[in-house]
């Protein structure tokens, strides 16, 4: 079976965090409502950080656009800006980092404007990527380089099938999560 190639891989990661932030956008109104949140904040920063931060945001910055950096024709602008825009979350991911520990209303409050920030601005960001980036990105991979991408993609991160399912199990965690409160 034909491996998929950088973009696919890519388009797969950005799949799991779209239905991440469908959830989660519901997971921060749950909490400004004062409800318990489940699961824990601490597990979903976790997906945040490990998956979206720390695996996808650095597949994309330090082996993508570095690559197409090398064609004259990526534009340049739009690499700057989706370089901003992932510094931009993580800003939101430090202040949720910092009220973890959400006992006080100023603490849930200061959670919930990160989250949905964080939720918003990644939104919009994979969705921008998805439509113009990924599209320029796959015209200018020759598929020669294709092998040492793959290659480049499993020496950063070799867990990448671990990370998929992991990411899939804290969304249908979040999502049963969601039904009991639904229907509570
Ligand atoms: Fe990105
Ligand atoms: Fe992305």
């Not at 749950?30 to 949140?37: A, L, M, S, T």
């Not at 939101?92 to 849930?108: A, F, I, K, S, W």
């Not at 960001?125 to 294709?146: F, G, K, V």
Request: charged fraction near 30%; proline fraction near 4%; glycine fraction near 4%.
């Amino acid at each position: 079976m034909k491996r998929p190639g950088t973009i696919e891989r890519l388009t797969v990661d950005h799949e799991l965090i779209a239905a991440f932030l469908d959830h989660f956008i519901a997971y921060c109104r749950r909490i400004d409502r004062g409800e318990q949140p489940s699961p824990a904040p601490e597990l979903v920063l976790e997906f945040i950080e490990s998956f979206i931060e720390r695996f996808h945001h650095a597949r994309e910055e330090q082996i993508l656009f570095e690559h197409l950096l090398r064609s004259s024709k990526f534009d340049r602008v739009m690499a700057r800006r989706l370089v901003h825009d992932h510094h931009d979350a993580r800003h939101h991911v430090d202040g949720m980092r910092q009220v973890l520990d959400m006992r006080t209303p100023d603490r849930r409050t200061a959670w919930v404007w990160n989250g949905l920030g964080y939720a918003q601005l990644t939104r919009e960001h994979i969705a921008r990527e998805a439509r113009e980036t990924y599209p320029a990105a796959a015209s200018l991979i020759h598929p020669q380089d294709e092998a040492l991408l793959a290659e480049r993609f499993d020496r950063i991160s070799p867990n990448e099938a671990e990370f998929w399912a992991a990411a899939r199990e804290l969304i249908v965690q979040m999502d049963q999560t969601l039904e009991r409160a639904a229907g509570a």
